[in-house]
């Protein structure tokens, strides 16, 4: 008589998750490799990616890899978004990344898939309080000038953060102290005007990344000075560096040295709105829903045609970008079911058509962070690595 048959017990099958990150095989790979691999990846994976494991973390931040980066041409712009928190004495700094779809594959594996965006907060210590006003992106680098806007007291300090390692550093100071510094980029140059405790010789300074000096730029002559112990706006265009105080302005041309009054057809309208420069273009959202753009040689305002899809967004809380050559557009909106705020980004793709036409279409549209009701948007600006 055969033995009994045993019987067999059934297993339940489990889902495989494939190797943990630590033993996931491209981690034994050599760093010049991986480094390589690395270099091909879009920086919106980059904040997932650190994740993986210690020293993934290492080499997404090591200069070799931003080096492989630029020698094979895939530098990116990546947006930085600077958010106020009332219970933080200091800004907290986001990127903007894709977020990871955990999806199953055909072999009951995980796969990780790019689905939508989302803001990552930085992981680097916080840097000290700023004013939206001083915050300009050189390259891979954002400068966080001047003074806190809620102090009395000037400041000449200039802070880095380093958008490749997310690390800040101090950079060399301002030449005189300033009150709400008001920063723009003009061919590869930062030009800082702001009130400061002296004359109005100083109202202006220039830094050079090349020599890392500041220096003041002439002050303008007597017959068109005008008082700017406090300026409303500030743009680089077309060469020029222009200021705004109320609705009247001056503008520094960069290449002829010199200084001219800016007549009120460029300044009305806009100066405490959301604005931005993108490509050499000056563009502002209003009260009626729209973005305009500034036509230089026709000296008027026109509107940003072909936009479509955006919402109705409060101008007290929207914020402009130059995104790449490209605008995007940040907001928040309450959640009424929790008493918080989401906070929305949309990435606007722009064409020139003619000199008097640039059209704009919405490439998407989405929330990306949920904040609590107190949170402010301070800035949002883009850098390139």
């Not at 930085?122 to 680098?141: F, I």
């Not at 300090?157 to 100071?173: A, E, F, K």
């Not at 609705?247 to 009054?261: F, H, I, M, N, P």
């Not at 490439?363 to 949170?375: D, G, I, Q, R, T």
Request: aromatic share 10%; charged share 25%.
């Amino acid at each position: 008589m055969s033995p009994p048959e045993r019987k067999r017990k059934k297993t339940k099958q489990s889902l495989v998750l494939g190797p943990t990150p630590e033993s996931t095989p491209i981690t034994s790979l050599p760093d010049d490799l991986v480094v390589s691999c690395l270099a091909r990846v879009t920086r919106l994976q980059y904040p997932t990616l650190s994740l993986v494991s210690k020293s993934f973390r290492s080499l997404l931040a090591s200069p070799e890899l931003y080096k492989t980066r630029s020698s094979l041409g895939h530098t990116e712009s990546c947006l930085y978004v600077c958010l106020s928190f009332p219970t933080y004495p200091i800004p907290r700094w986001f990127t903007l990344c894709q977020k990871p779809d955990r999806t199953l594959t055909t072999n009951d594996t995980m796969k990780l898939k790019p689905s939508g965006y989302v803001l990552a907060k930085l992981s680097s210590p916080q840097s000290r309080s700023a004013h939206c006003s001083g915050l300009v992106t050189l390259g891979s680098d954002i400068y966080n000038i001047g003074g806190p806007v809620d102090e009395e007291e000037p400041s000449s300090s200039v802070s880095i953060l380093d958008c490749r390692s997310h690390t800040w550093r101090q950079g060399p100071s301002l030449l005189v102290k300033r009150k709400h510094p008001f920063a723009s980029v003009l061919d590869g140059k930062i030009y800082v005007a702001g009130h400061s405790n002296s004359s109005f010789s100083d109202l202006m300074e220039v830094f050079d990344p090349k020599t890392q000096t500041w220096e003041l730029v002439s002050s303008p002559p007597a017959e068109i000075r005008l008082q700017y112990d406090h300026i409303s706006a500030s743009a680089g265009i077309d060469g020029k560096v222009h200021i705004f105080r109320s609705c009247k302005g001056l503008a520094y041309d960069t290449r002829e040295g010199r200084w001219e009054s800016v007549g009120t057809e460029m300044s009305s309208g806009w100066l405490w709105l959301p604005y931005c420069v993108v490509e050499n273009v000056l563009y502002y959202y209003n009260e009626r829903e729209e973005i305009k753009w500034y036509d230089t040689k026709g000296r008027r305002w026109r509107v940003l045609k072909g936009v479509k899809g955006l919402p109705k967004i409060s101008l007290y809380t929207a914020t402009l970008a130059d995104y790449g050559r490209k605008m995007a557009v940040l907001w928040d909106m309450d959640v009424a079911s929790t008493g918080d705020k989401m906070i929305w980004c949309t990435v606007i793709a722009l064409e020139r058509r003619n000199d008097e036409e640039i059209w704009g279409k919405v490439e998407w549209k989405e929330a990306v962070l949920k904040v609590p009701f107190s949170c402010t948007i301070k800035h949002a600006l883009a850098a390139t690595v």
